[in-house]
């Protein structure tokens, strides 16, 4: 983009931009002058590699999908016209304008604007959807006319044309099944899940209005099931039902309409973490139904536990709506002390069971069954398309859908994993890595495509060496390169081309194992600081993960460690908005084993989390004011870890004023935990001078010095 910009706008300011627009457009309204420095200051700056750009397709009903996988560039000759702001993208979709929703057609304007879009949800989803697509071809010009035009074409039919046969295989059938009936069933292991399905997550506020709806006899959507005679989806209870045998079969899967038969499962059957009661007192005080039907914690339900509690407060158990008269008969032998009309009382306990309880036992919902002929990837395909309009299934989860076509229970095999290997939780690690990997172990892709097409044989088979090494690539990234929490790990697609190499690493004994292990970590860092994974892009992987073999089985060097450079002066430039290179000198800085400032003990991932450390800035930025410094004040350079109190405590203060605070506590211990810091020390050195320039120059030695021990 352009509008008349010709400055490099690496320094410049909103305001300074804004000027310099007005003398090269001196017809243009204040309004669009200021709309235009907005879009090229956020061009410049706020557009980070990794996000998702879209754009219409000049002549033709489509748009472009993109990622930004390189920083702004200014280019003193044009690109096009006045266009000197250059971003690179690599466009990964062709999306027809159809495949939009109307409201998302309608928010993405001109293709002369730069702005964030409405519909992020839906726009995000389709991103996903096909970043693996193929890179698309530039329309020709003959395409665009085709496309942009409507042309009717003459069909020739063949004179051996024959209708296509009708589909004979078995209908679903549609009817109606009572509440009650449906929650008892899943009681009695009759209905359960298959065991693709999300958990739970309905909260409790979602349930108390559910079932006030249901008093009032209101629609609450339909229910799809599937007959399950072939046992082809392994199943799944219900959260909080009873747990299924390891061979049981039940005959129906609920594919649509989990949440609402869980959540009130879980009211009417007293299975949740909370629980429902209606206030029959405060329906007897005119309150109406939505305040009668209450959610109470456990600290608050224990004093209603007994029936003498309820009955002194005239308050039900939702979980008694199945035997209400019993309830009430019992309720009015307890009130035989209070002296009160009984027969009246009767009378008002069972007006409210038939206005409010009744309705419960007699609700019924709408249940569509498919038949179990129906083909597992149908299956599959109709539980995606219903989970679009909520919270999009992941890619592992839609996986774990056609995994079971061959009887393979992924998500079972992930929660083992995690079991077995805790460091998995700990860095929130997506599972499907794992099934990358072993695509990659058995083919040269590991896209969604490649990873769709695995045998579940084939994952069952390689799943254990896969989780193994991958918890191997984890510790060794926290042990011995600084990773120690996931908040440092600079790109977490690199764990894929690891894990993918470390059969060797595993494969190996006595010191070649070290000797492997050194080459891994070599590659790690020579990639991270190269900056390549700043673009998602699975194609990486693909090609990283057999040269990072083929070096450990004693071939040559990848390209990425032979020609590996680094310019140190970056370090000046780089502040948390390089979100890689930033996490990569973390992590290196925290290789070297600083200490802690408030115990002074070694930083580990457990002291991290027990004291609050976290990255802050060694030169506070409120100690500057106004001043203009040569490099930003954000740059890592002036960042070092800092558990809370200490943070706090330094608040806005020069080095040379909180330093001599925490020295009276440290005393000589304080050089110790500055020099693991990779900060200087002394009594002359920059910290005590308040000089952050030559602050600046010391660690970027230093840093050198770290970078060049584990690349060289």
């Not at 044309?161 to 099944?177: I, L, N, R």
């Not at 409790?204 to 609450?220: D, G, H, K, N, Y």
């Not at 430039?573 to 290789?591: F, V, W």
Request: glycine share 6%; aromatic share 10%; proline share 7%.
């Amino acid at each position: 983009m352009g509008f008349g910009e010709r400055h490099d706008l690496t320094s410049r300011d909103r305001d300074t931009i804004f000027s310099e627009l007005k003398q090269s457009n001196p017809d243009l309204t204040r309004r669009a002058l200021a709309q235009n420095a907005n879009a090229l200051f956020r061009f410049a700056n706020v557009l980070q590699a990794g996000d998702v750009v879209l754009t219409p397709e000049p002549g033709s009903k489509s748009f472009l999908l993109g990622e930004i996988i390189g920083p702004y560039k200014y280019t003193e000759v044009p690109v096009v016209a006045d266009h000197t702001a250059t971003r690179s993208v690599r466009w990964f979709a062709r999306i027809p304008r159809d495949d939009l929703s109307h409201g998302a057609r309608n928010t993405l304007g001109s293709i002369m604007t730069f702005f964030q879009p409405g519909y992020q949800q839906e726009l995000r989803g389709l991103a996903a959807k096909h970043w693996d697509d193929q890179t698309p071809f530039p329309l020709s010009a003959a395409t665009v006319k085709t496309v942009s035009k409507s042309v009717v074409e003459r069909v020739s039919v063949p004179a051996d044309a024959a209708p296509p046969a009708p589909y004979t295989g078995e209908s679903f059938a549609t009817d109606k099944s009572a509440l009650i009936y449906l929650l008892g069933q899943i009681e009695n292991r009759q209905l359960a899940l298959p065991d693709f399905q999300r958990t739970f997550v309905w909260e409790a506020p979602a349930t108390r209005e559910l079932i006030v709806s249901i008093m009032q006899a209101f629609p609450a959507g339909a229910l799809l099931f599937l007959r399950n005679d072939t046992r082809s989806l392994v199943p799944r209870a219900i959260e909080g039902a009873p747990e299924l045998a390891d061979d049981a079969t039940p005959p129906f899967l609920i594919l649509d309409g989990q949440q609402r038969l869980s959540s009130l499962y879980h009211a009417f059957y007293g299975a949740g973490r909370r629980s429902f009661f209606l206030d029959i007192g405060a329906l007897m005080r005119n309150a109406v139904i939505n305040v009668a039907v209450k959610v109470l914690p456990p600290r608050m339900v224990e004093p209603l536990k007994s029936i003498e509690a309820q009955a002194e407060m005239l308050i039900m158990p939702l979980a008694r709506v199945r035997d209400a008269s019993d309830w009430i008969d019992v309720v009015l032998d307890a009130r035989e002390h209070v002296n009160e009309d009984k027969k009246w009382l009767r009378t008002l306990l069972r007006g409210v069971d038939k206005a409010y309880v009744e309705p419960i036992r007699q609700y019924q919902f709408p249940v569509t069954t498919l038949p179990a002929s129906t083909p597992l990837d149908a299956v599959c395909t109709i539980f995606e398309t219903l989970n679009r309009t909520g919270v999009p299934l992941t890619i592992f989860e839609l996986i774990c859908a056609r995994a079971f076509a061959d009887g393979e229970s992924l998500l079972r095999k992930w929660r083992e994993a995690c079991a077995e290997h805790p460091i998995f939780v700990d860095f929130s690690i997506d599972p499907y890595y794992i099934l990358q990997a072993i695509a990659l172990r058995r083919g040269p892709s590991c896209n969604r495509s490649a990873v769709l097409a695995l045998p579940a044989a084939a994952i069952s088979a390689e799943w254990d060496a896969a989780t193994a090494d991958f918890e191997a690539v984890l510790r060794m990234l926290r042990d011995d390169c600084g990773v120690m929490v996931p908040k440092w790990l600079p790109y977490r697609p690199m764990l894929i081309p690891l894990a993918t190499a470390w059969r060797s690493v595993e494969s190996a004994s006595g010191p070649a194992v070290a000797r492997l292990r050194a080459r891994c970590q070599r590659w790690f860092w020579c990639s991270v600081f190269t900056g390549e994974y700043e673009s998602s892009s699975i194609s990486l992987a693909e090609r990283d993960a057999p040269a990072l073999k083929e070096w450990l089985d004693g071939g040559d060097e990848p390209e990425v460690v032979r020609d590996f450079e680094f310019a140190p002066q970056r370090w000046r430039s780089i502040t948390p908005r390089q979100e890689g290179a930033y996490k990569a000198t973390i992590a290196l800085l925290l290789r070297a084993g600083p200490r802690d400032f408030h115990t002074g003990v070694r930083l580990s991932p457990e002291v991290i989390k027990e004291n609050g450390v976290d990255d802050h800035h060694v030169f506070p930025r409120g100690y500057f004011h106004d001043e203009r410094l040569e490099y930003p004040v954000d740059t890592v350079l002036n960042h070092t870890l800092l558990d809370r109190v200490t943070n706090i405590r330094i608040g806005k203060r020069a080095p040379s004023k909180y330093l001599g605070d925490i020295k009276a506590e440290l005393g000589d211990r304080l050089d110790l935990v500055l020099e693991s810091h990779g900060l200087p020390i002394g009594q002359d050195s920059p910290l005590w001078r308040d000089d952050f320039a030559e602050m600046c120059d010391f660690r970027l030695e230093l840093l050198t010095e770290l970078l060049t021990d584990v690349t060289a």
